[in-house]
């Protein structure tokens, strides 16, 4: 039988985590004190052995809530230990059937988790035979980055993300037309996300994004990164092939998007 509640053991935590480091690459860069500290957390035993895991990121809005581990302890958690209202789910196919139960999907996408391989050089290849000048993004670029990514959406960016991490951006004529950042690094745990990867549309096509990408793994190895990784949806099969280019390779999918907690799940938890 499974029991589920709160954690708040970080060491318990990372021993389970490190079991699948590179899907589980965000939940441990989020062991990191800064981000540890907007973290609700909720692990699912049976027989005294932990066996699933969530992890709700209260600092974007809505909040990220990545599911891990054995569906029925997935289940869990959910019943009986966590349940935000609104969340931007990522879980993998064996975790539907339980996510379902609880949550209404707003249009899920299938995602690919991709990492750099060893020995890859992302700064070489994005250079390339016709290179594009990328330029290091700091708090002056914060005004037009925002205006970027909200052609795109822009909910999964904050400027925390800026002053924390890594943002290379390609401009013409003065102007930020395309950029790619970090959404977190661990230096404890030697990782790095690379995300928000945006060109606006007038812009496409030339490898602009391609190479602000590269900039970004180039300067993550250069910092020590052991492990450095992107989500992409497996529809954009363009977008995949870049990636490659650069040196990355499929290694997990899994299922990401926005959710609502069903009103008589919501009820039920409230009993």
Partial sequence: MWTADLLRDRDAILAFLQADRLYNAYAIADLEPALFAQCIWAGAERN??????????????PPPLL????????????????????????????HLAAVQEWYDWDEPVAMWRMALRPGGAPDEVARGANPVPCVRLTSE????????????????????????????????????VAAAGTHLI??????????????????????FATAATGAV???????????????????????????????????????????????????????
């Fill in 186 to 207: 661990s230096p404890v745990y030697g990782i790095g996300a690379i995300g928000n990867v945006f060109t606006q549309p007038d812009f496409r096509g030339r490898g």
């Fill in 48 to 61: 005294g052995r932990l066996g699933a895991l969530a992890l709700q990121f209260c600092g974007l809005e």
């Fill in 141 to 176: 670029h914060l005004d037009q980055l925002v205006e970027l990514y909200a052609l795109g959406g822009g909910d999964a960016f904050s400027p925390a993300q800026l002053v924390d991490g890594v943002f290379y951006g390609v401009v013409v004529d003065g102007r930020l």
């Fill in 217 to 271: 793994a180039a300067e993550l190895l250069r910092c020590g990164a052991r492990d450095i990784i992107l989500n992409v949806a497996q529809r954009n099969a363009a977008a995949v092939r870049a990636y490659e280019k650069l040196g990355f390779e499929r290694t997990h999918a899994f299922i990401e998007g926005l959710a609502m907690l069903r009103p008589v799940a919501a009820t039920d938890a409230s009993n």
């Fill in 67 to 94: 599911l891990m581990g054995a569906a029925e302890g997935v289940r869990a958690i959910l019943t009986h230990a966590l349940h935000p209202e609104t969340a931007s789910i990522g879980c993998q196919g064996e």
